[in-house]
């Protein structure tokens, strides 16, 4: 269960907004007084609410290791998000959290060779992690990162994944997109098979995000290349609502997953029904 501060709403800014995509912006916040709002780590989320306008839950896409601001990327898809993508610098908002269970950074995957696979925007929650791991990079091996999106266009976090994530040590990127596009020279193709095709060697402990088929049937192809899924990790954050486990819509079978999840174990989602 949640503590009761994470209840008490603070007040955010929206000091940088960058254009990822034709429908996705990253929203830089900070306190009034510069700083995060309140600690986290990563896979966490965090509600935000525009008084008058909504509130909704989001992941924080920027590290714990940088406490000068948060990061979340917000792809625009309904009222609240249409009215943030409409939002400008110096905007004030409500920010409360943490929510949910974090990737385990400083347990599992720490001195582990490491397979992040994403599709789409679910690449957002594990950048919190690649750049914890970044900022830490001596405690953890070889990071692949595997990144499919519909087309060049909405690739998030493209410009980083070129120039910034590659300059730390041992850390690849594989970049695919679903159909041919003109002067696109990358992989083409749904990222299961862009996974199987790279042969990884199955003793990566490996993290996934993102549409719920995409992560189906990437773990149909890990399970088919010997992948433990005991030693696999996802985060199903997109069903989260209050965050405390009172409003009963992100169950799935027993599990709430904003008190269980979001993040769970691969091999946890077997016990689950095919909702999820």
């Known amino acids: 269960m949640c503590k009761p501060d994470t209840l008490i709403p603070k007040t955010?800014?929206?000091?940088?907004?960058?254009k990822e995509t034709p429908d996705v912006k990253t929203f830089r916040v900070t306190t009034p007084s510069g700083g995060v709002a309140f600690p986290h780590m990563p896979g966490q989320c965090a509600m935000?609410?525009?008084?008058?306008?909504g509130e909704a839950m989001f992941s924080i896409a920027s590290s714990p290791t940088n406490q000068e601001y948060m990061?979340?990327?917000?792809?625009?898809a309904g009222v609240l998000t249409d009215w943030l993508h409409l939002a400008e610098t110096n905007?004030?908002?409500t920010i409360r959290g943490p929510y949910g269970k974090a990737f385990p950074v400083e347990e599992?995957?720490?001195g582990k060779d490491l397979l992040f696979i994403a599709g789409g925007i679910g690449i957002a929650p594990l950048r919190s992690v690649i750049n914890y791991v970044r900022d830490r990079r001596s405690n953890y091996g070889t990071v692949d990162i595997v990144y499919g999106a519909r087309s060049s266009e909405n690739l998030v976090y493209k410009k980083e994944m070129d120039n910034e994530?590659?300059?730390?040590?041992?850390?690849?990127?594989?970049?695919?997109?679903?159909?041919?596009?003109?002067?696109?020279?990358?992989?083409?193709?749904?990222?299961?098979?862009?996974?199987k095709s790279l042969g990884f060697s199955p003793d990566r402990t490996t993290i996934i995000c993102g549409p719920p088929i995409m992560i189906k049937f990437t773990l149909n192809?890990?399970?088919?290349?010997?992948?433990?899924?005991?030693?696999?990790?996802?985060?199903?954050?997109?069903?989260?609502?209050?965050?405390?486990g009172k409003c009963g819509r992100c169950n799935v079978g027993k599990k709430y997953v904003c008190i269980d999840g979001p993040v769970f174990r691969c091999d946890e989602l077997s016990e689950l029904p095919d909702e999820y």
Request: charged share 20%; aromatic share 10%.
């Open 221 to 244: 192809a890990l399970e088919e290349l010997d992948f433990d899924l005991k030693r696999t990790f996802t985060t199903l954050e997109m069903r989260m609502k209050c965050g405390i």
């Open 71 to 76: 990061d979340f990327s917000i792809k625009q």
């Open 48 to 53: 935000l609410s525009i008084p008058g306008v």
């Open 108 to 110: 599992d995957l720490k």
């Open 165 to 195: 994530w590659p300059k730390t040590g041992d850390i690849n990127i594989h970049i695919t997109i679903d159909q041919a596009e003109e002067n696109w020279t990358g992989n083409v193709g749904f990222v299961p098979n862009f996974v």
């Open 91 to 93: 905007q004030q908002l």
């Open 12 to 18: 955010g800014i929206i000091t940088n907004i960058y």
